[in-house]
């Protein structure tokens, strides 16, 4: 049966001398993988297409197990994040981590949206850290982790909460910080930056500015929220902690 997808490679594998095997998240089928045959060679006509990070236009055949790719045509290649060092770890980490937190063939529309809006605003120099924390945020739920952001974990308030404890998932306010002596605590700055990331359409994102302090406090929560629930261990995140060293340097 030939299938015809959009969707961004997220995975490449070498597959012997000559071949990739590439892992697409399409906008149609969700995440797929396909035998791109010859596309280490130079002037394959599948080479260009057969990249991390491209967003095309893949025409496949299926049969039993890993579909082979017929046809490829790039709609966009995401030029400036793959010339550019930093940008290519920040979206070599989000890549990853939507591969690993998604299942074979479960379609999510929103999710290929929402991985497309990332990479073009990388491509378009917003904030990386801001982009890569929204992700994180947003991922919470199609992993099937997401801590209670919208009122108090332990007595249900809605004031503005003061910690963010990892041990009770979710926000505490000032009359609760007692039930965990080792949550996160938060400036309402960054409490509300949390719950906003959740729900913000990136569409309408704009241009955002946030401080390095408010940055570093989102991503220590965020870490050790993922560490204690997730399971996931990525190179690509221990590689991105190694250019965000180099970056302060």
């Known amino acids: 049966m030939i299938h015809k997808v959009e969707g961004i490679v997220i995975r490449t594998t070498d597959y012997g001398e000559s071949n990739k095997i ?15 045959r010859g596309a280490k060679k130079p002037k394959n006509r599948l080479s260009a297409a057969s990249q991390l990070f491209i967003h095309g236009t893949f025409v496949y055949q299926q049969s039993h197990g ?3 790719l017929n046809q490829a045509d790039i709609v966009d290649s995401f030029r400036e994040v793959r010339s ?4 290519a770890s920040y ?3 989000i890549v990853e981590l939507t591969d690993k937190l998604t299942e074979e063939r479960s379609r999510n529309p929103y999710l290929f949206e929402l991985l ?3 990479l073009y605003y990388l491509n378009e120099g917003i904030d990386s850290d801001v982009l890569l924390r929204i992700y994180e945020v947003k991922m919470l739920a199609v992993a ?3 801590p209670e952001l919208d009122q108090c974990v332990s007595c249900s308030s809605t004031e503005l909460p003061v910690a963010f404890s990892i041990r009770h998932a979710g926000f505490l306010c000032h009359r609760c910080l007692h039930r965990d002596n080792k949550g996160f605590k938060l400036s309402a700055h960054s409490a509300r930056l949390l719950r906003l990331f959740f729900y913000i359409d990136l569409h309408r994102l704009g241009q955002i500015s946030l401080k390095k302090e408010t940055k570093q406090e989102l991503k220590e929560v965020l870490a050790a929220y993922y560490d204690e629930y997730s399971g996931l261990r990525l190179k690509s995140k221990r ?6 060293r180099m970056g302060d340097l």
Do not use: H, N, P
């Open 66 to 68: 890993l579909g082979t």
């Open 91 to 93: 979206a070599t980490y």
């Open 84 to 87: 550019d060092l930093f940008r």
């Open 22 to 36: 590439l892992t697409i998240f399409s906008r149609e089928l969700g995440k797929i993988g396909v035998m791109s």
């Open 144 to 146: 099937g982790i997401k």
């Open 239 to 244: 590689f991105l902690e190694q250019m965000e």
């Open 116 to 118: 497309y809006q990332t």
